[in-house]
């Protein structure tokens, strides 16, 4: 009833009318019962912590304490003030005449005008190699393939061509030659198989259809098309519901081989259901482009000269973000303006409010279509300033920080965590979020998509743009409840921060940071500042060069997310650990840091904690156990003293994606910890263990590999890293076939074992390193695995390193079934002076070699056909033997080399970009005599 009501109230307001208002008051309203509860729910946490630690005393007492007593009645006031405001919003609400729509929404205001298979546009720009790709795809017919239709879906955010593209397929003479029958139909919201099975009879007979039954109409259309090349296209399509579109694809299953079904569409969840397989993915224009697209509109065939079309240029690429929709529209209306003043107004304002609609109800049929929780995460992405790449993790985290993420009956069973990541995918297929072009870790949003997030936050979101429109924008934002700035970009001083002793009710205080050097904050500012923001619950204050942070900070009980990474602090005050609602504390890179708080254990809804690039702290706090809710644990390091213990660990049952366990030395009395510390943690999957890097006699080698053994994790582990182990051998665990999903394995600095394990039957095992392993002499055949028939069949990199007593590597295994390293593509041997023999000589896939430092070592070049980059420095000698063939190889370095073989192949190096030889004089005069056009560098 209530989700309703508040659907047709947003579809009703309009800026600055009635609705709108109270829309907004409700939301205001929500906002404080959220907090009221939440302060109601912190009360009972206390008491229950109040209760556990003091038994005898609270249950005497504690529900009459003085605190307790003035409690209950500010929330009695509170929530006597709660009714009365939510009684006269329900009084207006009938006055303004909000009722509950049934079916969550009305289709009619969501519907966008019906698109046509004619072009609407007598010239494309930028969309040739896409009309090519999807074409091909359309006239292909797959070899030894049952189906006998495919469906092709084309995938793109709002407005960036998606229907022009599958025209100009439709109408291309090719397509029209090859295909007996087209139709095109539209869509859009209404999924109604009725109607589009019978659109598509219509088409293909051009005859009007009287049938009323989906079965008649659906025989029909069988008869019609079978034995027939079909293309029909579906534009617009918006349903996930497999079932209908199972029934929709019923009558095509007698068409003739080759016919095809392209579909339209902003979701890649509709894109995978309709086709079952990949999809075509429509990318934004290039500048170019684009800007040629507005040219066209806005001055059709005329020709500008104007020193001011360079700046016009730059603000219309950088206001349309490679948009068609946006070109077209933005174009269209500044053809009918004529002075510059008014093209500057145009330019600066929001380019849905000179865009006379069309951008703003394309871009918020998004938004509609979104269910109401995906609504509410999306319109909180307002505070991320437009261009801004974020990580996938970090929105996840303010979106549990702010009780977005909401758990059901259907989905009780997955961490919140999962939900998020959920959440965000969503988004992501709905092309809400686009994957950064220069970082495939991050995302950012389209500026248009962020201009959408802001209009639909209204007043909630207050992202502080300008230093000189302090005042201005806190009169539209008074009641905000999120804010962000971006860090330095503005003067992050006294005057600025005012801004904020205004905002009492905010939930998000965010810098953004767009670079990381530190930035200055005093620390009066936030002695200030603290106690006035009690409502926080996302609190970030990231390479921030503050060294203390206040007292105050355990004031702010609704505290959920706290970031304090890269700061100079030293240690926390006890009074965070008061913060019993905190989900996420991030301190990484906090070099200063030397120690937590030793009442950590209070902070019971802990979920993450990142102490990574933290150097100084020897151990953790005592009763890390209780943190039972613990997901991410970046660093345990376990004291000397009396702080957490390895067995701690078995309680954190939740831990998942990365671990470091530090200070191993330090365990040295075994006999009360029992196995399997780490053997159920299913969602681990990289694992660090780390003992001292200095060895010593205090160092019990029996005891550490017996600590090793009791640490084997799930076998769902990706990565491992072993650092400064003083054992002699390593158990057995490691290197077991079990860890099939293993694909990064480190040993480092284990100084003591004078043999490797058995690694090759790891089947998924890509990159290994093995390094300063000081006692090994050889890695003879048990390294591969006995009766492993293809040894480390997926490795694609290999590192030796720093292994100075290393004089033997069996690196040929004599018998011919057995193929090893048969994926390898980078190989590294460095300083190991002792090693002497071969190294493997059938590498087929390997396309850099790296060999330094071993001057006893015979390199001997054969059977690497695509070797790319080849680096030898210090080795007894350089052949090349059998057939060689070196077309690809760009970089050559040889370098402190006395001795050359077979050297009548030098010839054959005719891609060699960049040479380097030093101290190889029986090589350089040879070389000289070659023939190599293309070298660039000697």
């Given at each position: 009833m209530i989700q309703a009501v508040l659907q047709d109230a947003e579809q009703k307001q309009l800026p600055g009318n009635a609705v709108k208002v109270w829309l907004e008051d409700l939301r205001d309203l929500a906002f404080d019962v959220d907090d009221i509860l939440d302060e109601i729910g912190t009360e009972a946490s206390d008491r229950k912590l109040a209760e556990e630690h003091h038994t005898s005393f609270c249950n005497g007492f504690g529900r009459f304490s003085p605190s307790s007593i003035k409690f209950n009645v500010d929330m009695k006031s509170k929530i006597k003030d709660i009714t009365t405001r939510l009684e006269e919003l329900c009084k207006l609400r009938v006055e303004l005449g909000l009722e509950s729509v049934v079916g969550g929404s009305s289709i009619s205001e969501r519907q966008r005008p019906c698109s046509t298979c004619l072009p609407t546009e007598a010239v494309v720009y930028g969309r040739d190699e896409d009309k090519a790709k999807v074409l091909e795809l359309v006239l292909m017919v797959e070899p030894n393939d049952d189906a006998s239709f495919h469906v092709i879906p084309i995938v793109g955010m709002a407005g960036v061509g998606k229907t022009t593209l599958a025209q100009l397929v439709f109408n291309d003479k090719k397509a029209v030659e090859y295909f007996d029958m087209r139709a095109w139909v539209c869509v859009s919201d209404d999924f109604d198989v009725f109607r589009i099975t019978r659109a598509i009879l219509e088409s293909v007979t051009s005859l009007s259809c009287d049938l009323k039954d989906l079965n008649q109409v659906q025989v029909k259309l069988k008869e019609v098309v079978t034995g027939r090349k079909f293309l029909f296209v579906l534009d617009d399509v918006w349903s996930e519901d497999n079932d209908m579109w199972e029934t929709l694809k019923s009558p095509f299953t007698v068409g003739a081989e080759g016919s095809k079904i392209m579909v339209t569409t902003r979701s890649e969840h509709v894109a995978l259901i309709a086709g079952h397989t990949e999809y075509y993915t429509l990318k934004l224009l290039s500048d170019d482009d684009c800007w040629s697209m507005f040219m066209k509109h806005a001055f059709g065939s005329r020709v500008i000269d104007s020193p001011r079309m360079e700046i016009i240029r730059q603000r219309v690429v950088e206001k349309c973000r490679g948009l068609p929709l946006a070109a077209r529209t933005l174009g269209g209306l500044l053809r009918m303006k004529l002075r510059y003043e008014e093209w500057d107004e145009i330019l600066n304002g929001k380019i849905w409010n000179v865009g006379e609609g069309q951008i703003l109800s394309e871009l918020k049929l998004s938004y509609n279509h979104l269910p109401s929780h995906l609504k509410r995460c999306f319109a909180y992405c307002a505070i991320l300033p437009k261009g801004y790449e974020f990580e996938k993790e970090e929105l996840v985290h303010l979106w549990m920080a702010e009780g977005l993420i909401q758990e059901s009956g259907s989905n009780n069973h997955m961490q919140i965590e999962d939900l998020g990541f959920e959440y965000f995918h969503d988004l992501l297929s709905r092309s809400l979020f686009q994957q950064s072009s220069t970082n495939s870790s991050k995302y950012v949003m389209h500026d248009l998509i962020n201009d959408l997030a802001q209009m639909i936050s209204g007043e909630v979101n207050f992202r502080l743009e300008n230093e000189a429109g302090f005042i201005d924008q806190l009169k539209r934002f008074k009641r905000a409840r999120h804010c962000s700035y971006i860090s330095g970009h503005l003067c992050d001083g006294k005057n600025m921060f005012q801004v904020f002793h205004q905002l009492e009710h905010l939930r998000t205080f965010l810098p953004i940071l767009t670079h990381d050097n530190a930035h200055y904050i005093t620390n009066m500012v936030l002695d200030k500042l603290l106690p006035k923001l009690r409502r926080l619950r996302v609190l970030s204050l990231e390479n921030y060069h503050i060294t203390v942070l206040p007292d105050s900070i355990g004031d702010l009980r609704h505290l959920r997310f706290l970031n304090l990474s890269g700061t100079m602090i030293r240690s926390l005050p006890k009074s965070a650990c008061l913060l019993l609602n905190l989900q996420i504390l991030l301190l990484r890179d906090c070099f200063l840091l030397k120690k937590l708080p030793s009442k950590m254990r209070k902070l019971i809804n802990l979920r993450h904690l990142d102490i990574s690039g933290v150097k100084l702290i020897q151990e953790m706090p005592l009763g890390i156990k209780k943190l039972t809710f613990l997901q991410v644990l970046s660093n345990f390091i376990i004291g000397k003293s009396r702080g957490s213990s390895l067995e701690d660990l078995r309680h954190l049952k939740l831990l998942r994606q990365r671990l470091c366990i530090s200070g191993l030395e330090n365990v040295t009395d075994i006999q009360g910890t029992g196995e399997a510390i780490l053997s159920d943690k299913k969602h681990l999957r990289k694992l660090v263990l780390e003992w001292r890097s200095q060895f010593d006699d205090s160092q019990n080698e029996m005891v550490e590999e017996r600590v090793l053994d009791m640490l084997r994790p799930h076998e769902n582990l990706k990565e491992l890293c072993i650092k400064s182990y003083s054992g002699c051998i390593y158990p057995t665990w490691v290197g077991d076939s079990s860890f099939s999903n293993m694909m990064v394995l480190k040993l480092e600095n284990c100084e003591n074992c004078t043999s490797l394990p058995v690694l090759g039957p790891l089947s998924s095992l890509k990159n290994l390193t093995i390094?300063?392993?000081?006692?090994?002499?050889?890695?003879?055949?048990?390294?591969?695995?006995?009766?492993?028939?293809?040894?480390?069949?997926?490795?694609?990199?290999?590192?030796?390193?720093?292994?100075?007593?290393?004089?033997?590597?069996?690196?040929?295994?004599?018998?011919?079934?057995?193929?090893?390293?048969?994926?390898?593509?980078?190989?590294?041997?460095?300083?190991?002076?002792?090693?002497?023999?071969?190294?493997?000589?059938?590498?087929?896939?390997?396309?850099?070699?790296?060999?330094?430092?071993?001057?006893?070592?015979?390199?001997?070049?054969?059977?690497?056909?695509?070797l790319s980059q080849l680096e030898i420095n210090g080795c007894k000698s350089f052949a090349f033997s059998g057939p060689i063939s070196f077309k690809s190889l760009h970089s050559l370095f040889l370098t402190n080399i006395s001795e050359f073989g077979n050297l009548s192949r030098l010839q054959r190096f005719q891609k060699v970009e960049c040479l380097k030889i030093v101290n190889c004089q029986q090589l350089i005069s040879l070389w000289l005599n070659c023939n190599t056009p293309n070298s660039e560098q000697i």
């Open positions: 390094k300063r392993m000081t006692r090994l002499k050889s890695i003879g055949s048990e390294f591969y695995g006995k009766g492993c028939s293809k040894p480390f069949e997926s490795l694609t990199s290999l590192c030796l390193e720093d292994l100075q007593e290393l004089e033997y590597w069996e690196s040929i295994i004599e018998d011919e079934q057995v193929e090893i390293f048969p994926s390898l593509q980078k190989l590294w041997v460095v300083k190991c002076p002792k090693l002497s023999g071969r190294l493997p000589d059938n590498l087929p896939l390997l396309d850099e070699l790296i060999i330094q430092e071993c001057r006893l070592l015979e390199v001997s070049i054969s059977s690497f056909p695509i």
